[in-house]
């Protein structure tokens, strides 16, 4: 075999100090740290997603050449990440309507109610 | 690319069959990723609907959550070891790190089960609330694919000390190491967006 005849593969030695140093660097944005809440989501999900990339490009071998796969894996998880983006977003943002009714009787009332609502709370 | 069986490269990809193998398996992956999206979406809708029952900050503790997280981790690392040293036609490296992998995984499903079994104890089961309907079926379902994984590792163990390293031994344990590490990416994300978020918010 002509590939990974050293003894120690630097690049998953490399990989697996990046994930660690990333874990606790996401734990400590998330329990130590006194920066915005908004701030700290954004920032640990982007280092969720960097540690995806690790995984998936030093330890998974994604692109290589040898699995004639062409991009074929590539694409799955580009694919399989994006439709993940878009269930999550949209579920939330498709739920974000209407949480304020949802307690007060039945369907035929609702919409009364909800408009005496959205005259109440005008600002809300 | 032909049937007939190449004389270099890596023993999983020298003929089309395991070359194919592989590529189904990502296209698994993909869906896979997909049915966790499903149930990410589920728990961010979820989210706060806590009813009567404890609410995440109260029970989520940083230092169970982040041994798992090295546990899962660090088997995803010895995993990728065992496929360098079964790159390098090392049977013996191969079953070394992937027993390693093993028993990490099994120390992170115990950590799991300990600490549902202490919600529980909590009065946060699935029953109690939306949120922790949808808590307890996406980490659950990520803990049954490590269990899944570990059974399926165990077969392949038998089967290599069988067999030795052939094509089909070695592209079994190319896909399993595929899915190991895939179970730490998804592991990431409910770290992530599960338990460091709950505790933030």
């Known amino acids: ?124 | 690319m032909a049937a007939e069986e190449l004389k270099t490269g890596p023993l999983e990809y020298r003929t089309q069959e395991g070359q194919m193998s592989i590529m189904g398996f990502w296209i698994f992956l993909g869906a896979e990723v997909v049915l966790f999206a499903t149930l990410f979406a589920t728990y961010a809708v979820l989210f706060g609907r806590t009813a009567d029952a404890p609410l995440p900050s109260e029970l989520f503790e940083p230092g169970i959550v982040l041994i798992m997280t090295f546990l899962l981790l660090t088997s995803s690392f010895t995993c990728g070891l065992a496929i360098h040293e079964m790159r390098r036609g090392s049977v013996k490296g191969l079953i070394f790190w992937m027993v390693i992998t093993l028993a990490l995984g099994l120390g992170f499903l115990g950590f799991e089960i300990y600490e549902f079994v202490h919600y529980a104890h909590e009065g946060a089961t699935l029953q109690s609330s939306a949120f922790w309907s949808a808590f307890f079926v996406l980490a659950g379902t990520h803990g049954l694919h490590v269990t899944l994984g570990i059974g399926w590792a165990i077969l392949l163990l038998i089967q290599i000390k069988q067999r030795g390293l052939t094509n089909v031994t070695s592209r079994k344990f190319f896909i399993i190491s595929l899915y190991w590490h895939f179970l730490d990416v998804i592991w990431i994300f409910i770290f992530t967006s599960v338990y460091l978020i709950g505790m933030v918010i």
Do not use: C, Y
């Open chain 1, 1 to 124: 075999m002509a590939e990974s005849k050293k003894r120690v593969p630097m690049n998953h030695v490399i990989g697996f100090i990046l994930s660690l140093v990333m874990t606790l660097v996401a734990a400590w944005a998330a329990i130590q740290s006194d920066l915005p809440v908004t701030w700290v989501i954004i920032g640990i999900m982007i280092l969720a997603l960097l540690q995806a990339g690790v995984q998936l490009f030093m330890f998974m071998h994604v692109t290589e050449a040898s699995s004639g796969n062409g991009h074929v894996p590539w694409n799955m998880m580009f694919h399989g990440f994006a439709l993940a983006g878009i269930l999550v977003a949209g579920s939330l943002f498709v739920m974000s309507f209407g949480h304020d009714h949802g307690d007060h009787g039945d369907m035929g009332d609702m919409e009364q109610q909800e408009e005496q609502h959205s005259e109440d709370h005008s600002g809300h």
